[in-house]
């Protein structure tokens, strides 16, 4: 099996349309939100790796699992004297309603099970706006959605289908492919390739 990017697990809950339209489509706009999200991931990935406090910090750090299918670079891992393994991912804003956040640092935690052979319970979540951590256990039921969101996502890359736009307010005036993707333009459902086609013969 392929490996596809642990990130775009991500996408997929949020959106399956937006996750097609990344990765499949390869259209990509930046809004402020995901320009401080990228600044963000950037600077948790600064600097060299460092211990204290019987800690040892690992900074972008890269994992992946043939099982799961995936592969994807952790903002931070935690290596504790105790034998703890602790993934940590940066995130700006807020906690979410969904979870996407938890998904995408749960499928990190599973890849660096399988590369380190041990278990990790539990993992953090650092949000910009709060600037504090959120545990997040890594129970059976979050680990069968990392596998079942990745099998959805293999689906969708092999059927090379963007799926239908569905418009949902929040979500979609938050999208920074917003006028990419045109969910109000009559429900459209073919790819971005076809949407423009359709455009420019309108002008012609």
């Given at each position: 099996m392929d490996?596809?990017?642990?990130s775009a697990l991500q996408?997929?809950?949020y959106c399956p349309r937006q996750?097609?339209?990344i990765h499949l489509e390869q259209q990509w706009s930046e809004n402020r939100f995901t320009a401080e999200g990228r600044v963000m991931h950037d600077k948790a990935h600064e600097g060299p790796d460092e211990s204290r406090e019987g800690i040892r910090i690992t900074r972008g750090m890269p994992v992946g699992s043939e099982e799961l299918g995936l592969y994807g670079i952790c903002d931070v891992v935690e290596f504790h004297r105790d034998g703890r393994v602790v993934p940590v991912e940066y995130k700006r804003g807020k906690p979410k309603l969904h979870r996407a956040d938890e998904v995408q640092l749960c499928a990190q935690a599973m890849c660096l099970e399988a590369m380190l052979q041990c278990v990790i319970p539990r993992g953090e979540l650092f949000y910009g706006a709060p600037r504090r951590r959120m545990e997040v256990v890594f129970d059976a039921d979050l680990r069968k959605l990392v596998a079942a969101t990745s099998n959805d996502f293999h689906a969708m890359v092999g059927s090379g289908v963007t799926p239908p736009a569905d418009y949902v307010k929040q979500k979609c005036e938050n999208c920074s492919l917003m006028d990419?993707?045109?969910?109000?333009?009559g429900k459209h459902r073919g790819t971005v390739a076809d949407w423009f086609a359709k455009e420019l013969e309108q002008d012609l």
């Open positions: 490996l596809l990017p642990i996408h997929m809950l996750c097609a339209l990419i993707c045109q969910p109000l333009a």
